[in-house]
């Protein structure tokens, strides 16, 4: 059978992920100066202003404000234009009491409850080395490369807002052909964006379809709104968290918990997902499934999950979906401790996963397969 899946993407002067990465570049600076530090920071951008709001308790607080001029300016945006206002206040001391004190693990000092209840999901997908659906690969490389032309462009012609989608063709349930591309970029007012067409084809859709799979019958779509001058903050308030489905794996799979950005690792919404993703990974690479779907529940103050789910989608290669879970329980340790300890997540490594996805990166600790030879030992 044939169906069309699609993807999206936005670059990092996004307006919404200009606050996820603000967020996670103030998440990073605590963590430098106390890796216990307690991080829940939202942040909002409209046309002038930055406003950090949220919780923050740690030994040493940095430079907010530094930190917001850093990001900003790594977005693309002058810090100049933005009067930046801080509402943070320490966490509340009843979440502090659930994560330091566990209900369910008395016996062990060193355990810590979650500090949110959550449902969380990670998945994983052998259509691409990324482990992650072909769209959502795509849709994230198009972004990237429009980045790329709007620094390396020396006339600054673009701006730093863009997004990106994409729709591929799949006949049953694989990929076959990129279909259409959509790519919305910010540009000067003096530039007529059909000037750049050329430009966008050969340095931004060409090198990001490198490898994949089109022909002569791909439909492109620039500027679909007309022109496109106006961007970012001034043109659209962003808010932290906003996009979760460009985050993860886009429409394929539910969207389980939280955002992840500006939150400390005891934030289950974020680690959690990560492990999931972690053991999705490692469960396909095995081959115990094409593709994979973990789902993890906990509540707040309680160490152990309250659900394990493992669903292959009928891709199941070796046992059932039921004996995937009870392996995965024993395979990994999916306590709050257990997964900061695992990952090695109380370090500054978060602001790089603000724009992107979070997913599909060799070089982030969640995408590691070292799990491999213990989930076989425990199922064979």
């Not at 030994?59 to 509402?87: C, H, Q, W």
């Not at 394929?252 to 919404?269: N, Q, Y």
Request: some cysteine.
């Amino acid at each position: 059978m044939t169906h069309f899946y699609s993807a999206e993407s936005v670059t990092a002067g996004h307006p919404d992920k200009l606050c996820d990465q603000i967020a996670d570049t103030v998440l990073d600076g605590c963590l430098t100066l106390d890796r216990n530090a307690r991080v829940a920071c939202e942040v909002l951008a409209t046309k002038g202003h930055i406003v950090l709001a949220g919780e923050i308790s740690t030994t040493v607080m940095p430079d907010l404000g530094k930190l917001t001029r850093e990001a900003l300016e790594n977005a693309g945006y002058n810090p100049k234009d933005f009067e930046i206002e801080s509402l943070i206040h320490p966490q509340s001391p009843d979440i502090e009491a659930a994560v330091n004190d566990p209900l369910d693990a008395e016996s062990d000092p060193n355990a810590i409850g979650a500090g949110d209840q959550c449902v969380v999901v990670g998945y994983a997908t052998d259509e691409t080395p990324e482990m992650l659906p072909l769209p959502v690969v795509l849709a994230h490389r198009l972004t990237s490369r429009l980045t790329w032309a709007c620094i390396n462009d020396g006339q600054k012609r673009f701006g730093p807002d863009g997004k990106a989608m994409v729709i591929v063709e799949y006949e049953d349930e694989r990929p076959v052909r990129v279909a259409r591309i959509v790519v919305s970029f910010q540009h000067a007012p003096e530039v007529d964006p059909t000037d750049l067409t050329e430009l966008i084809w050969q340095n931004v859709i060409l090198s990001a379809l490198k490898g994949m799979p089109y022909d002569d019958s791909l439909e492109l779509i620039l500027n679909p709104g007309g022109h496109f001058v106006l961007g970012g903050p001034d043109a659209d308030t962003g808010l932290t968290g906003r996009k979760l489905a460009v985050d993860a794996y886009g429409p394929f799979v539910p969207t389980g918990g939280g955002a992840f950005s500006g939150k400390d690792p005891t934030k289950l919404d974020r680690s959690g997902a990560y492990m999931a993703r972690c053991i999705a990974k490692n469960l396909v690479t095995s081959r115990f499934a094409r593709r994979c779907q973990v789902t993890l529940t906990y509540a707040i103050g309680m160490a152990k999950p309250l659900a394990v789910e493992v669903d292959t989608f009928g891709t199941g290669l070796l046992c059932e979906d039921d004996c995937l879970a009870v392996a995965v329980q024993s395979a990994f340790d999916l306590t709050p401790a257990g997964i900061i300890t695992e990952l090695d997540l109380q370090r500054p490594i978060y602001a790089r996963t603000a724009v992107g996805g979070h997913f599909g990166r060799e070089d982030l600790p969640w995408e590691k397969l070292d799990h491999t030879g213990l989930l076989m030992a425990t199922l064979i």
